[in-house]
């Protein structure tokens, strides 16, 4: 008997509602971070590229307002609606998808993924999908040396009979401990018809006092339903990178697993790393073809560096937009900032959101630039604050130079032209314009507009007196 129909598209569910007890973190465990990235929002992803999926659908309870935002912003950045249910109490992840089932129409099925699994690939879930296809009730397993804390899959001359947890396994009757090697990796695929027919068979009565999805297994068979045990096998299947992230140590090596990943991908693509195992890139961020990367160094976010850049060490990059032609030094922090063709950046450079540095522009050591537009081929070389400025180009800029952006209150602009020479050591206090190929003196404090081709000065003048004897 089977209550699988065809499917016109199959539906994800994200268990994202425990608390995460064994992770010691105010943050509840999908929102740890892999190279930067949420693990619910890599699950999501690693969804999103399965071909057929329909809706993403994620479940809520622990600290849901803030998962619930994870994954609206998630779906932002993939292009999709979120969609999230919420699991007010957490009684177990068979209590999960009852939770979740009003959410389920019609007679397809529903592909179900625990949010603690981050390194699972889209190849990975295509592959199970296809050999689930027409069952009852299906789940990948892994083998593992030490199955730890994993629900262990017992098999009788071959086929499953039981997924059975930990705290569950009864040597007397499964057989030795040791034996059992099989591991569910809590990733699965359910008609509908046959869930719903099953649920309602589902108890706590076990050493957890949860409801388990893991005994839908056994529910399904004991009902003579096609119920198969799936094992993983090819690339991406190694057993770490399929099983649930518990603890800070499998974060870690989860995360230690993501990085090279990821630098093989980049590698093989044609980017060129040095100390590649020192080198961290979002899986979100765009490297181009022939980018030149230097560990130690962090990209992350929706970044774009395209082929061409010169990325040198000990920098971070998050949500930044770097072009062909640019050269970042050492040490420079980029965030929400664009810089164009040509540039240099750095060392120790700062940019901050909403920067854009055009074509040619110079941003040397310990220049902070927020919000700021710095034209073509101006330069800030040394000691410099640019906050709400608009440059044109041309500009060249003395060490020191501090536009006072702030009155305590309110936030303003300076506006700076074409071709302008700003000396050293001057404030510029906003708002306040400096019109075209105007010079402003060394250690002038602006506080009035400067017209074009005018020379400003606004310091104490120099006295030279006898000294006293
Ligand atoms: C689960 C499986 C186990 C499998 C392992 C793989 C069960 C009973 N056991 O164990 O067989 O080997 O995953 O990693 O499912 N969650 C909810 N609501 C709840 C409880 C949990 O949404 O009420 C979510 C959690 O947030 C988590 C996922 O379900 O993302 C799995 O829960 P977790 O407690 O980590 O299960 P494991 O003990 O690891
Ligand atoms: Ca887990």
């Not at 199955?147 to 009788?156: D, E, I, L, N």
């Not at 090819?234 to 230690?256: D, F, M």
């Not at 993501?258 to 899986?283: D, M, N, Q, Y």
């Not at 040394?382 to 500009?395: F, R, W």
Request: glycine share 12%; with cysteine; hydrophobic share 40%.
């Amino acid at each position: 008997m089977t209550y699988h129909n065809a499917p016109v598209r199959t539906d994800a569910l994200i268990l994202a509602a425990g608390k995460g007890t064994r992770m010691p973190s105010p943050r509840p465990k999908v929102l740890q971070t892999l190279l930067g990235e949420t693990m619910l929002s890599l699950v999501t992803a690693a969804l999103a590229k399965v071909p057929g999926t329909g809706r993403i659908l994620t479940l809520t309870g622990n600290e849901a307002a803030m998962v619930e935002a994870e994954a609206a912003r998630t779906a932002a950045r993939l292009g999709r609606e979120a969609c999230c249910i919420r699991q007010e109490r957490q009684l177990g992840t068979g209590h999960a998808l009852m939770t979740a089932m009003p959410h389920l129409e019609g007679d397809g099925c529903v592909l179900v993924v625990n949010g603690d699994t981050p390194l699972i690939t889209p190849e990975v879930l295509t592959s199970f999908l296809e050999k689930a296809a027409g069952a009852d009730v299906a789940f990948l397993s892994v083998e593992l040396d030490d199955p730890a804390s994993y629900g262990r899959v017992v098999r009788k001359e071959g086929r499953v009979h039981a997924i059975v947890e930990a705290k569950d396994f009864d040597p007397a009757l499964y057989g030795p401990r040791e034996e059992a090697r099989e591991v569910n990796t809590g990733i699965y695929l359910f008609s509908l018809p046959a869930v719903r027919r099953l649920l309602p068979s589902l108890s706590c009565e076990n050493a957890g006092g949860e409801y388990y999805i893991t005994d839908l297994v056994a529910l399904g068979l004991q009902a003579g339903m096609d119920v198969r045990g799936i094992r993983a096998e090819g690339a991406g299947c190694e057993a770490a990178a399929l099983l649930g992230v518990n603890t800070p140590a499998e974060l870690a090596v989860a995360e230690e697993i993501l990085t090279s990943r990821r630098t093989g991908e980049l590698l093989a693509l044609g980017v060129i790393l040095h100390s590649p195992s020192l080198v961290r890139i979002s899986p979100f961020s765009r490297v181009e073809r022939g980018a030149e990367i230097f560990g130690p160094c962090e990209i992350y976010g929706d970044s774009v560096i395209e082929g061409g850049a010169l990325i040198r060490s000990h920098g971070v990059i998050r949500d930044a937009r770097i072009e062909g032609g640019v050269e970042v030094k050492e040490f420079c922090h980029i965030e929400g900032a664009e810089v164009k063709q040509g540039a240099l950046i750095g060392p120790w450079a700062r940019l901050r959101p909403q920067t854009l540095v055009e074509e040619g522009a110079h941003v040397g050591n310990f220049v902070e630039l927020k919000k700021t537009r710095l034209g073509k081929g101006s330069k800030a070389n040394h000691l410099t604050y640019l906050g709400d400025a608009e440059v044109g180009g041309g500009v060249n800029f003395g060490a020191g130079t501090i536009t006072c952006n702030y009155d305590g209150t309110h936030k303003f602009r300076t506006l700076i032209g074409e071709d302008c020479f700003i000396g050293s050591n001057t404030s510029l206090v906003a708002p306040v314009s400096i019109g075209d190929n105007a010079l402003v003196g060394a250690g002038s404090v602006i506080v009035e507009d400067v017209p074009a081709g005018k020379l400003a000065l606004g310091r104490g003048r120099q006295v030279i007196k006898e000294r006293k004897k």
